[in-house]
């Protein structure tokens, strides 16, 4: 009995990937509220069939049931790899075992990463550079070497007859239910999401892919994660802003307390900034999603972190939050720094110089001892002042 689900997408192109409904951390790190989708597609030429991107490691024979039910695996030509990690490359050496002829397609770093990760044989691996094209009949693949993005052997394939991209991981969205953009109300959230862990350390070669396919002419983006872009100009869009750097009158709030005091520096900042209009996004790095720091860190023109000194320096949970901005490299362009110390502190000194060490203007670093006064009160609130001046008056790059 046939029974799964397969999508077709445009004539003879098929979606034949898996959801992950049940899946809640991505990367040992990244909370995932609605599952994922690991999108693999088949397509089927005229003479020659080819997928491309295959699945996470669990889901390879829910995959081989899907292209039998099209098509026949043993048939199949090709599998392209626009990308090596295994969310996308896991189900690889399954189905090359199950077919002894098909062969792996890949760029020149991908061919070293799959002997490395997947075992395969240098024999069974084509390698493509940019502009490449393999001809499956009537429909013609060219590749797009994308490097970097977020691997340095990533690739995108496009089917010029179809016009359809299928970029892998770029322009991805965590996100199990949707086939289709229309079916995600907040997609673009899911996506902002998703390139802020992702794709945000990655903006300068994220801005030369872009470039690269403008020439194209794009009429359905099928990426690897979430739903398929039917009208992607929306998230075109949003890229564009998005590896530009573009931020928006925004500031989000990283802070702990242990005992409440570096909390009472922080809440008149955020009323203040909400009082000139700036909006604010305020994670208590002890409850939050980090994911949702990612996403609200790549377009916020400021970071507010609060921390207490805990042993001589800052707070291990602000050590992580100031670690993952310096990872993430947003394009944050001011800061403010504040805690509460019980001795000798030193806190707020250790984080004003990383965020310092990532071209980060501190426009206000404040240390008090034990529980705020009304007099340190006020200070915080010309500090709140001055960073809502500064956001106001920058432009948005
Ligand atoms: C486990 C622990 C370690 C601490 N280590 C230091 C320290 O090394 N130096 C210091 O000045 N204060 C230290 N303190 C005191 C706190 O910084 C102080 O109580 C501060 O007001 C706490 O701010 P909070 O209410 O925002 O948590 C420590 C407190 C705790 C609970
Ligand atoms: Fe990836
Ligand atoms: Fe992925």
């Known amino acids: 009995?046939?029974?799964?689900?397969?999508?077709?997408?445009?004539?003879?192109?098929?979606?034949?990937?898996?959801?992950?409904?049940?899946?809640?951390?991505?990367?040992?790190?990244?909370?995932l509220p609605s599952g994922t989708t690991y999108n693999s597609y088949l397509i089927l030429g005229k003479d020659k069939s080819a997928l491309i991107d295959t699945v996470n490691p669990g889901f390879e024979k829910e995959l081989e049931e899907k292209v039998n039910q099209v098509s026949n695996l043993e048939n199949l030509d090709y599998i392209i790899m626009n990308h090596a990690e295994p969310d996308h490359a896991g189900a690889i050496s399954y189905l090359m075992s199950k077919n002894n002829k098909v062969m792996l397609v890949c760029t020149n770093k991908g061919a070293t990463m799959a002997k490395k990760f997947y075992n395969i044989p240098e024999n069974r691996i084509k390698v493509v550079s940019n502009d490449y094209t393999i001809n499956l009949g009537n429909k013609t693949l060219r590749f797009v070497e994308a490097p970097m993005l977020h691997w340095p052997e990533?690739?995108?394939?496009?089917?010029?007859?179809?016009?359809?991209?299928?970029?892998?991981?770029?322009?991805?969205?965590?996100?199990?239910?949707?086939?289709?953009?229309?079916?995600?109300?907040?997609?673009?959230?899911?996506?902002?999401?998703?390139?802020g862990e992702i794709m945000m350390p990655f903006r300068v070669m994220a801005k030369k892919a872009l470039e690269k396919i403008k020439s194209l002419e794009i009429r359905i983006i099928a990426p690897s994660h979430g739903p398929i872009y039917k009208n992607p100009e929306r998230i075109l869009k949003a890229y564009e802003k998005w590896v530009n750097g573009e931020t928006r009158i925004k500031a989000t709030i990283l802070y702990?307390?242990?005992?409440?005091?570096?909390?009472?520096?922080?809440?008149?900042?955020?009323?203040?900034l909400n009082s000139e209009g700036i909006e604010t996004k305020v994670h208590n790095l002890t409850v939050t999603d980090i994911g949702e720091v990612a996403k609200d860190l790549v377009d916020s023109r400021a970071i507010v972190l609060g921390t207490p000194t805990f042993l001589s320096g800052a707070h291990p949970m602000a050590v992580y939050a100031s670690h993952l901005v310096k990872a993430l490299?947003?394009?944050t362009k001011f800061g403010i720094v504040l805690g509460s110390y019980g001795w000798s502190g030193g806190a707020v000194q250790q984080i004003k110089e990383s965020l310092?060490?990532?071209?980060?203007?501190?426009?206000?670093?404040?240390?008090?001892?034990?529980?705020?006064?009304?007099?340190?009160m006020d200070h915080i609130v010309e500090l709140g002042k001055t960073l809502s001046k500064r956001i106001k008056e920058s432009n948005a790059n």
């Open 329 to 331: 490299r947003p394009p």
């Open 1 to 31: 009995m046939n029974w799964r689900n397969i999508v077709q997408i445009s004539k003879d192109i098929y979606w034949v990937g898996a959801k992950d409904w049940n899946r809640r951390l991505f990367d040992a790190l990244i909370p």
């Open 154 to 195: 990533t690739m995108f394939t496009y089917i010029e007859e179809d016009k359809i991209l299928f970029p892998c991981d770029f322009f991805g969205a965590h996100v199990a239910y949707g086939i289709f953009d229309d079916e995600v109300e907040n997609l673009i959230d899911y996506a902002q999401k998703y390139f």
């Open 356 to 376: 310092e060490a990532l071209k980060i203007e501190v426009v206000g670093a404040f240390e008090v001892n034990g529980l705020p006064t009304e007099k340190d």
């Open 256 to 272: 702990l307390s242990m005992w409440g005091n570096t909390e009472k520096m922080v809440l008149p900042i955020i009323d203040i």
